[in-house]
C-alpha cells in the first residue's frame, strides 16, 4: 500500500499588495464565465434566438442569486443557531461557508427574475443553467480541496489525503474530488450528450435530469465525506443534512421529468423582433 499523501496546498493564489486573491474566488470566476458561454452555445445549437444582452442580464440576476442563495443556506442548514446570535455574520463571505442547496434556490429564483427580464420562457433558462451549472460544481469542489475543506471520513485506501489542522493527521478520502467528478464531469457529459439532439428535447428535461443525478451523487457521496461538526449525523451516525437536502431534489428533478415528457413543450428562445 501506498503511503497516504500530505495536503499542501496554499488556498491563496497570489497576492496583490494588502488583497490575497484566493483560488476560491477564482474558480467561481472561471465557473460563470464557462457557464455563460456554455449557456450561449447551446442555445445556438438549438437555433434558440439569444443574443448577448439577454445572456448577461442572466448571468448577472443567477450570480447574484447563487452568491446570496449560497451564503443563507450555509447559516440556516449548517449554522447550528450560530448566526442567528450573530446576524452581522451572515455579511462575513470572506470567513467562508457556502451551501450548494442554498446555492440552487437562489439560482431558481433568480431565474424567475431573469425569465420576466428577457421573456425567455422560465424552464428553457432552467434547462440551460443546468447544463451550464457542472463545470461550476467540478471548479468549486477543486477549490474546496485546495483549500483542504469539507473532507472525507478516515481510510485507508492508497489515495487518502492527510489534511492536517482540525482534520488531524490520519488519511482521509479526497470527497471534494469525488464530487467533482460526479457532480462536474459525470454530469456535464451525461447533459451535453442529452443537449446534442436538434431540435431539443422538451422543456424541462435537462433542469429534470440535473436535479436526479446531483442528488443521487451527493448522497453517495455523503456515505464518505464527513459532515460539518457542527451539525454532525442527524440519525443513526450516517444521515446528513446533505443528504436529508438532496432527496426533495430526487423527487422534484423525477416530477419535472415526467412532466416534460408528458406536456412536450418546446424550448423557446427571445421573442421575434418587432
Known amino acids: 500500500m501506498l503511503d497516504a499523501l500530505y495536503h499542501s ?20 470566476l472561471i465557473g460563470f464565465a464557462l457557464a455563460s458561454l456554455i449557456l450561449y452555445k447551446v442555445a445556438r445549437h438549438w437555433k434558440l434566438r439569444i ?10 440576476c443567477v450570480i447574484a442569486g447563487i452568491l446570496i442563495g449560497a451564503r443563507l443556506g450555509y447559516c440556516l442548514f449548517y449554522g447550528d443557531g450560530y448566526y442567528l446570535a450573530h446576524p452581522l455574520k451572515i455579511l462575513a463571505f470572506n470567513e467562508g461557508g457556502m451551501s450548494f442547496h442554498g446555492g440552487l434556490v437562489g439560482a431558481l429564483a433568480a431565474g424567475a427574475l431573469a425569465a420576466k427580464l428577457t421573456h425567455i420562457p422560465y424552464l428553457t433558462l432552467a434547462d440551460l443553467g443546468a447544463i451550464a ?9 477543486l477549490a474546496n480541496f485546495v483549500n483542504g475543506e469539507l473532507w472525507g471520513a478516515p481510510t485507508d485506501l492508497p489515495w487518502g489525503v492527510v489534511f492536517g489542522g482540525a482534520a488531524g493527521e490520519m488519511a482521509r478520502h479526497p470527497s471534494q474530488l469525488y464530487e467533482a467528478l460526479l457532480e462536474g464531469v459525470v454530469i456535464l457529459l451525461v447533459l451535453i450528450c442529452l443537449a446534442r439532439k436538434v431540435p431539443p428535447r422538451p422543456r424541462g428535461t435537462f433542469i429534470g435530469a440535473f436535479l436526479v443525478l446531483y442528488g443521487l451523487f451527493r448522497i453517495l457521496i455523503e456515505f464518505v465525506r464527513q459532515p460539518d461538526v457542527q451539525v454532525g449525523y442527524l440519525f443513526g451516525g450516517w444521515l446528513t ?13 423525477a416530477v419535472l421529468l415526467v412532466w416534460a415528457h408528458r406536456r412536450k413543450l418546446p424550448q423557446e428562445g427571445l421573442p421575434p423582433a418587432h
Open 9 to 28: 496546498l496554499d488556498p491563496i493564489a497570489f497576492s496583490l499588495g494588502p488583497i490575497a486573491v484566493r483560488w476560491y474566488g477564482i474558480a467561481y
Open 241 to 253: 443534512m446533505g443528504m436529508l437536502l438532496s432527496v426533495p431534489l430526487i423527487v422534484a428533478g
Open 133 to 141: 451549472a457542472p463545470l461550476g460544481l467540478f471548479f468549486g469542489r
Open 51 to 60: 443574443d448577448g444582452d439577454a445572456v448577461l442580464t442572466i448571468m448577472v
